[in-house]
């Protein structure tokens, strides 16, 4: 039987699923059914965007997405619970389910992340599924990238093409907040950037005394605030999540010179079930599932 939280009498217990972006919708319906059955909130976000993770026609998120400049597919997830329990894989690849190797970095592990060959190694060893990529489609799309970006090739710099992680944020009703995070990442990257999807405080941070938070968009930037971390700092000061995301979007903005073509968003959750999203652009959306319903917000 899960723990009950140690404020179990103030905070809310209800179950509730938030996750980014409208491929959030099909995820959150399997975490759903995780947390209808009474289960608990890390098996509710592990299983939900694993659906993500699954979708072959997912360009931003597991084996569907976009290779590195080289043609790798390079994937990066972190996963934390209600304990402050985390775990983490960074630059993995041709394994099918990076948040569940996170999952048992955390659990069959002394550490919190394993990187590259060393997270692949640990993967197969523990059994986990293998699946060959990029896929076909992936492919042919990288070369005709790869004709068309000759110069980029020969001298990397910064090229920003749309990626859109999956992050999600569950509550249940024993009152525990646990987060994921999982992303292929910048597509056309540079071979070994890692981004801030599988840094615990930059892509996802989960304290079950104040709540939650997942990042999404440019993980440069994310990275250089501890985005995620800071959304739940702002929310222990008092702050809605809604106010946490727009000043952790603030601060991103107030440590550049130009955002153009920086988007970069936060959606969060606190242990009284209340949610929140900001981005420095519109065009965010994050998919949210409660007891009364679901929906797509803007
Ligand atoms: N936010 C995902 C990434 O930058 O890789």
Not at 151 to 172: C, V
Not at 270 to 278: A, E, H, I, P, W
Request: hydrophobic letters at 35%.
């Amino acid at each position: 039987m899960p723990k009950e939280h140690p404020k179990a009498k103030l905070i809310k217990r209800s179950n509730i699923v938030i996750s980014t972006w409208s491929h959030g919708i099909k995820a959150n319906e399997e975490a759903w059914k995780v947390l209808s059955d009474g289960g608990k909130s890390i098996d509710a976000v592990e299983a939900g965007v694993k659906v993500t993770e699954a979708d072959i026609t997912n360009r931003s998120v597991g084996i569907g997405g976009r290779p590195d400049r080289e043609g790798h597919v390079t994937l990066d997830a972190c996963i934390m619970d209600e304990n402050s329990k985390c775990g983490s894989v960074a630059c993995i690849e041709g394994i099918k389910h990076p948040i569940s190797v996170a999952r048992a970095v955390m659990e069959r592990t002394p550490h919190v992340m394993l990187v590259g060959e060393g997270a692949r190694d640990f993967a197969i060893e523990q059994g986990f599924e293998k699946y060959k990529t990029p896929i076909k489609e992936v492919k042919k799309d990288w070369k005709e990238w790869k004709k068309e970006n000759k110069e980029l090739l020969k001298k990397p710099r910064i090229n920003h093409e749309n990626h859109d992680t999956i992050g999600m944020l569950a509550l249940d009703e024993f009152g525990n907040i646990s987060g994921s995070c999982t992303t292929s990442g910048w597509a056309y990257k540079m071979h070994g950037r890692v981004g801030d999807s599988p840094i615990i405080g930059a892509g996802l941070f989960v304290d079950n005394e104040v709540g939650g938070a997942c990042a999404t968009g440019m993980g440069e930037a994310i990275i250089r605030i501890a985005g995620s971390h800071t959304v739940v700092e702002l929310m222990r000061q008092g702050k809605s999540p809604q106010d946490a995301c727009r000043l952790a979007v603030e601060r991103i903005i107030s440590k550049h010179d130009d955002v153009t073509g920086l988007q970069c968003g936060f959606i969060a959750m606190d242990v009284f079930g209340r949610v929140g999203s900001y981005s420095v652009y519109s065009g965010f959306n994050y998919a949210l599932q409660k007891e009364d319903g679901k929906n797509l917000m803007v």
